[in-house]
């Protein structure tokens, strides 16, 4: 009976050390794991930062001081009146945002100009990817879908010539898919209501399948032609490629 307490009690305290062993060695493992991690949280930051002013200063390797120029003829122009890319700019990051503040911009060399090569200018203290829709243009994609208003897409937007702003001047952004191919919203609705059973609206938005079926069904009996025409009525059913209707 002693022999077989003895055998429990050591059983008992082999698995109590092998637990703690195991709590230890899982520590460690998940500690390794958090630094590995961290390190590597730190080297895309680094890596991302790197990228960022790489970019910013690519305009500069591939500027063209004749960009700048006017014709042939013309009087040159005086330097304060020179906008991006012909100019670069050193701004206050301690600026409050949303409040003015003054830039120091130089002309940048091989680009001629009248006056001062350095120059005070003031602008809206905000980064670039901040400025209103108004003050860059966005590329517009033509594989988006506009019927689907909600959902966005990413593109690339450059903030315009004139505008100073904080950060890289080119951007991803997330916008509307607006693009058009010049397709009629009152169009498509008045032959959906007077046509719409010949599939004469389907053919108009591209839909050259579901036009077919319509004009061999004389429009489904005409549930399929009312129900088209509430369809385009309520913005639901555009154009086969996604394009918006005017």
């Given at each position: 009976?002693?022999?077989?307490?003895?055998?429990?009690?050591?059983?008992?305290?082999?698995?109590?050390?092998s637990l703690i062993t195991n709590h230890i060695k899982y520590s460690e493992t998940a500690i390794n794991n958090n630094m590995e991690s961290n390190s590597?949280?730190?080297?895309?930051?680094?890596?991302?930062?790197d990228n960022f002013l790489q970019a910013s200063h690519d305009d500069d390797k591939t500027f063209d001081?004749?960009?700048?120029?006017?014709?042939?003829?013309?009087p040159l122009m005086e330097c304060s009146a020179l906008n991006y890319p012909c100019i670069k700019c050193t701004y206050d990051m301690s600026c409050l945002?949303?409040?003015f503040s003054n830039a120091t911009c130089?002309?940048?060399?091989?680009?001629?100009?009248?006056?001062?090569r350095q120059f005070q200018r003031q602008f809206m203290c905000r980064y670039c990817f901040l400025t209103d829709q108004w003050e860059h243009d966005c590329m517009q994609k033509t594989t988006c879908n506009s019927v689907q208003l909600r959902k966005l897409h990413k593109?690339?937007?450059?903030?315009?010539?004139?505008?100073?702003?904080?950060?890289?001047?080119h951007f991803a952004?997330?916008?509307?898919?607006?693009?058009?191919?010049?397709?009629?919203?009152?169009?498509?609705?008045?032959l959906s209501v007077t046509l719409g059973g010949f599939g004469v609206d389907r053919f108009y938005l591209g839909h050259w399948q579901e036009g077919i079926?319509?004009?061999?069904?004389?429009?489904?009996?005409?549930?399929?032609?009312?129900?088209?025409?509430?369809?385009?009525?309520?913005?639901?059913?555009?154009t086969s490629d996604g394009s918006l209707l005017l």
């Open positions: 009976m002693n022999m077989y307490l003895v055998i429990d009690r050591r059983f008992v305290a082999f698995m109590f050390v590597k949280s730190l080297k895309q930051n680094q890596s991302s930062s001081p004749n960009q700048c120029g006017l014709p042939k003829g013309h945002y949303g409040e130089d002309v940048k060399n091989g680009v001629e100009c009248i006056g001062s593109t690339n937007c450059t903030v315009h010539n004139d505008v100073l702003c904080l950060g890289n001047r952004k997330n916008i509307r898919c607006n693009w058009t191919r010049g397709s009629k919203y009152f169009t498509a609705l008045i079926g319509k004009l061999f069904s004389f429009g489904g009996l005409g549930v399929w032609t009312v129900i088209d025409a509430i369809l385009i009525s309520i913005g639901f059913l555009g």
